[in-house]
T-cell receptor
Framework: DGGITQSPKYLFRKEGQNVTLSCEQN?????MYWYRQDPGQGLRLIYY???????QKGDIAEGYSVSREKKESFPLTVTSAQKNPTAFYLC?????????????FGDGTRLSIL | SQQGEEDPQALSIQEGENATMNCSYK?????LQWYRQNSGRGLVHLIL???NEREKHSGRLRVTLDTSKKSSSLLITASRAADTASYFC????????????WGLGTSLAVNP
């Protein structure tokens, strides 16, 4: 089955630690996105990538970094500079590069502070 | 930045009743999408409606779009307990059509 796989499902971060969230898709989609969702809130865009080796900052990129070395993979690193990382992180992908196509989502990673 | 605003924030109905959720937005759009999110899960795409369309159906779902009022509604008919979820609208961004702008969602509870 084609889809998006996010791992791990739950992640705990210690003070001063960087952690990396994995996102893999086998849908052959060009564009991939990382969102942050806080309780009772909508989705806020962290980073997005339209093509391999290229990515753009979203609305809340500070304290996060990404890479796009392969079409299938778009990992997100939450750095120690992100002072409030506790949230639900969602990865999505879409065919094409515009916003006129549905986005397909993984099942998220819930990040908490130890 | 948030563009879409869903209304109501929360809705509780009995199984079999219809549920209506509304979404308002601020800028001109090319399309508007509705998504469902079950608790602790990712979002699932429901319907995309383009700016030149007024109404779209998918099974028990009916979406309308009024571009003059910058608003959309999602109607779920004959609701089921399995429809319990949060529902989000998302619009494209006239200034950057590579991103979606998301509303804060409507939390729907369908009681058996």
């Amino acid at each position: 089955d084609g889809g998006i796989t996010q791992s791990p499902k739950y992640l705990f971060r210690k003070e001063g630690q960087n952690v990396t969230l994995s996102c893999e898709q086998n849908l052959n989609h060009d564009a991939m996105y990382w969102y942050r969702q806080d309780p009772g809130q909508g989705l806020r865009l962290i980073y997005y990538s339209q093509i391999v080796n290229d990515f753009q900052k979203g609305d809340i990129a500070e304290g996060y970094s990404v890479s796009r070395e392969k079409k299938e993979s778009f990992p997100l690193t939450v750095t120690s500079a992100q002072k409030n990382p506790t949230a639900f992180y969602l990865c999505a992908s879409t065919t094409g590069t515009g916003s006129n196509q549905p986005q397909h989502f993984g099942d998220g990673t819930r990040l908490s502070i130890l | 930045s948030q563009q879409g605003e869903e209304d109501p924030q929360a809705l509780s109905i009995q199984e079999g009743e219809n549920a209506t959720m509304n979404c308002s937005y601020k800028t001109s759009i090319n399309n508007l999408q509705w998504y469902r999110q079950n608790s602790g899960r990712g979002l699932v795409h429901l319907i995309l409606i383009r700016s030149n369309e007024r109404e779209k159906h998918s099974g028990r779902l009916r979406v309308t779009l009024d571009t003059s009022k910058k608003s959309s509604s999602l109607l779920i008919t004959a609701s089921r307990a399995a429809d319990t979820a949060s529902y989000f609208c998302a619009t494209d961004n006239a200034g950057n059509n590579r991103k979606l702008i998301w509303g804060l969602g409507t939390s729907l509870a369908v009681n058996p």
